[in-house]
C-alpha cells in the first residue's frame, strides 16, 4: 500500500534579493581573497585602528608627544546621569513644566518638548535622551512632538566644558559673548519647536498644568543615586560606545578605499562658505565639539590674530550642538528608540534635521550677524 503523502515533492525554494546580494558577496569575497588579499586585511585593520578612536575619546586617553593627555569623557556621562537623576529627585522637572507650561500653550505644543535640551544643557546629550525621553512619553507627547524634542535637543552644546572653551575662546579674541550666547545657546529654545510645530511635524497639542502629572520619582537618596551611576554606565559601554564605534568603523573603510578624503573636503569647502573655522568644524562635526573648543582655544591663546573671530563664532555655534555624527547617526537614534514610542530611523531623521538647522543657524550667525558682536 502506498503512502500519499510520500509521493509529495517539496515545493522548490526561490532565491530571494537577500540571497543574491549574500552570493554576490561570496563571489567577491573569493576574488579578493585571491587577488587582493591585503585591500580585505587593509580595510579591516583600517575599521579597527579607526573604530579604536572612541574607545581613546571615551574611556583611554591619548599619547601624544610621550605626554598622556587623560579622557574623562566616559565618566563625564556616566556623571551626567546622576546629575540629572538627582536633579529629577528634586523636582527640577516639575519646576520646567511650570515654567514652560504657560509659554509653550501658545504654540499649541507640549511643554515637556523643552525637557531633553535644558537637560543637554545641563548635562550630556546621551543622559538627556535617556532621562527626558520617558518623561515626554509620561506626559502624553505624540511622536511628533518626540521628534520636535530630538530636533530642539540638538540645538544646544552636550557638555558643559564645551560652552566654557567655547566662551574663552571667544573672549580672547575680543567677542561680545552675551549676545552670542543668547541667540546660540537659549533663543533656540524657544524658536525651534513653534517652527517644527507649524512646518514638519503638526500632530502636537497643547496641555494644561492639570493634565499633566507629577515627574519627580519617590525613591529614596541612595538608591537613587547608586542607580543612577550604573544606569550611567550601562549608557555608555552598552549604547554610546558601540554606536560610536559603528560609525568610526564605516569612516575607516570608507578612507581606505579613498572614499572618505573627498566627502572631507566637501566638508571643509562647506565650512569656509558658512564661515565656520574649518578644522575645528570638522572636528566637531566628526570626532567631537569640546575637542574642537579646546583646540580652539589653544589656537587663539598662543596667537589671538591667528583666527577670524568671525571664524571663532561660527565655530563656537557649531560646537553647541548634537553633533558628532557619531551621535546624531549613532547614540540618539539607540538611547531614543529604547525609551520613547519612536523608532531609529525617525529619531535619526528629528536629529538630522535638527543638526542641519544647527548649521545653517552658525552660517547666519557668522555671515550675517558676527558684524554686531566683534
Not at 528634586?90 to 505644543?109: C, S, W
Not at 550642538?321 to 537614534?333: A, D, E, L
Amino acid at each position: 500500500m502506498t503512502n500519499p503523502e510520500g509521493s509529495l515533492t517539496p515545493q522548490k525554494r526561490t532565491i530571494t534579493r537577500i540571497e543574491y546580494v549574500g552570493l554576490t558577496l561570496v563571489v567577491l569575497s573569493l576574488i579578493g581573497l585571491f587577488f587582493k588579499p591585503n585591500v580585505i586585511a587593509g580595510i579591516f585593520d583600517s575599521m579597527v585602528n579607526n573604530a579604536y578612536t572612541i574607545f581613546k575619546v571615551f574611556i583611554f586617553g591619548n599619547w601624544n608627544n610621550g605626554v598622556w593627555s587623560p579622557s574623562y569623557v566616559g565618566v563625564a556621562i556616566i556623571v551626567s546621569v546622576m546629575i540629572g537623576r538627582i536633579l529629577e529627585r528634586l523636582g527640577f522637572t516639575d519646576a520646567l513644566i511650570r515654567i514652560f507650561v504657560p509659554v509653550m500653550k501658545y504654540f499649541k505644543v507640549n511643554s515637556a518638548v523643552i525637557i531633553p535640551a535644558v537637560y543637554n544643557i545641563l548635562g550630556d546629550i546621551n543622559a538627556a535622551g535617556r532621562i527626558a525621553g520617558p518623561i515626554l512619553v509620561k506626559a502624553g507627547a505624540t511622536r511628533d512632538e518626540q521628534k520636535i524634542a530630538i530636533a530642539t535637543m540638538v540645538q544646544s552644546q552636550q557638555s558643559f566644558s564645551t560652552f566654557m572653551l567655547g566662551l574663552l575662546a571667544m573672549t580672547t579674541v575680543g567677542v561680545k559673548v552675551f549676545p552670542v550666547i543668547l541667540i546660540a545657546v537659549f533663543l533656540p529654545l524657544v524658536l525651534v519647536p513653534p517652527l517644527l510645530r507649524l512646518t514638519i511635524y503638526r500632530q502636537a497639542k497643547a496641555v494644561t498644568l492639570e493634565e499633566l502629572p507629577q515627574f519627580t520619582p519617590k525613591t529614596a537618596a541612595l538608591p537613587t543615586i547608586f542607580g543612577a551611576a550604573r544606569e550611567g554606565a550601562e549608557l555608555l559601554f552598552l549604547l554610546i560606545i558601540p554606536a560610536g564605534v559603528v560609525i568610526y568603523a564605516i569612516i575607516g573603510g570608507l578612507d581606505f578605499l579613498g572614499y572618505w578624503a573627498p566627502i572631507k573636503n566637501a566638508l571643509t569647502a562647506m565650512l569656509s562658505a558658512l564661515s565656520i573655522h574649518p578644522e575645528t568644524g570638522i572636528i566637531t562635526i566628526l570626532v567631537s565639539p569640546t575637542l574642537a573648543m579646546g583646540m580652539l582655544k589653544a589656537a587663539v591663546a598662543a596667537n589671538p590674530a591667528a583666527i577670524a573671530p568671525q571664524l571663532v563664532i561660527g565655530s563656537f555655534v557649531l560646537a553647541c550642538s548634537g553633533f558628532p555624527f557619531s551621535v546624531i547617526f549613532g547614540q540618539i537614534p539607540a538611547v531614543w528608540a529604547g525609551c520613547t514610542d519612536l523608532n531609529e530611523k525617525e529619531a535619526m531623521a528629528a536629529a538630522v534635521l535638527g543638526a542641519v538647522m544647527r548649521l545653517i543657524t552658525a552660517g547666519l550667525v557668522a555671515v550675517v550677524l558676527a558684524r554686531f558682536f566683534i
